[in-house]
Structures are given as C-alpha cells and as structure tokens.
C-alpha cells in the first residue's frame, strides 16, 4: 500500500491488547520497520524481562524503557510497540508526543485475561491472584491510556488483520 508515514506510530496499551502481533502485521501492511521497546531491553541486556525485574527492579527496567523509546523514536521512523507500563510516565508520553503518533489498543479486561492467563512471561502478574493483579492495574491505567491521540477498541472476534485495518483507518 502507499501510505506515506509522518510519525513512528507508538501502540500503548495493557499487556495481552496485541500490541506487538498488530504492531508487525501493521509494519508489514505500511512498508515499515517495527520496533519493539520490551525486545530492545531484552537484547541490550541479554536476559529476559523477568529476569530484569527479578535481578535488576522494576526502577531499572523503567529507565531503559525510557532510553530506548526515547532512542528509537529519534533513529527510526516504523511502528513502535511499546511495554504496557510504558505510557504511564509522563516523561515516556512527552517523548511520544514529539515525533511520534500514538496510538492506544484497548481491550477490555475479559479479553486481556484470556490473552495472558496461561503465560508466565509477565513478571507483574507473578502473583497469587494474577486475574485480581491484571484488574487493578487495567483500572489504574485507563486514564494514561487515554491520553493517546487515538484509540482501537480491540474485540475478540476480530483478527489480527482485522484490527491492523481498524488501526490504519485511524492514522
Ligand atoms: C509490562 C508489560 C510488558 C513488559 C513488562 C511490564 C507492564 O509488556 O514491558 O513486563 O508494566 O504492563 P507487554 O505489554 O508487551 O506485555
């Protein structure tokens, strides 16, 4: 196709939304790079995200979060996914804001749960009530998400390819 990108579009939203699977078939359809900030971490680091967490804290994961968003936003022009916490900082969102186009996947919480309750890749749902964990944290973040420029309501019947179209409407 020949849409032309102004902006690197930064997906944001929960984990489980779809971020990264929309995120490449959406880099794909458009021609584009796709970046990832949670696999850049991980590649910078050579260890998982939860190995991050466990070994280093979270404050550490964060402040690589925000260094590479920052980084690739300034290298690369594609489609940035981006960690679910990641937009609940506003020095992350004021960085979005300059060269990119931001853009939140939501879901609602049924769908999330569905999507990540038989993984274990999550650090912050290693908990004894992961389902309980997933809802605070939804509820916590919807009002940063929502601060997106733009917003796709993700359904559970919708493919991938489905909402990599709803996403390109919007842009
Ligand atoms: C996190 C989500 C994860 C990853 C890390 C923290 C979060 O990314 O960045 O485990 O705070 O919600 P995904 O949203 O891609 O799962």
Do not use: C
């Amino acid at each position: 196709m020949s849409y032309s990108l102004q902006k690197t579009v930064v997906l944001v939203g929960m984990m489980g939304a779809g971020k990264t699977a929309i995120g490449k078939a959406l880099a794909t359809e458009l021609n584009v790079p796709f970046l990832d900030s949670d696999e850049e971490i991980t590649k910078a680091a050579n260890r998982s995200i939860a190995e991050i967490f466990e070994r280093d804290g979270e404050a550490f994961f964060r402040e690589r979060e925000t260094e590479v968003i920052t980084r690739l936003l300034k290298e690369e022009r594609g489609v940035l996914s981006t960690g679910g916490g990641a937009f609940l900082s506003e020095r992350n969102r004021d960085v979005i804001a300059k060269t990119g186009f931001s853009l939140w996947l939501q879901a609602d919480l049924d769908l999330l749960w569905a999507r990540v309750r038989h993984k274990n890749t999550r650090p912050l749902l290693r908990t004894d009530n992961p389902y309980k964990t997933l809802k605070s944290l939804y509820e916590l973040r919807v009002p940063a998400y929502s601060k997106a420029e733009a917003v796709v309501l993700g359904r559970a019947d919708f493919s991938i390819e489905d909402m990599r179209d709803a996403v390109i409407e919007t842009l």
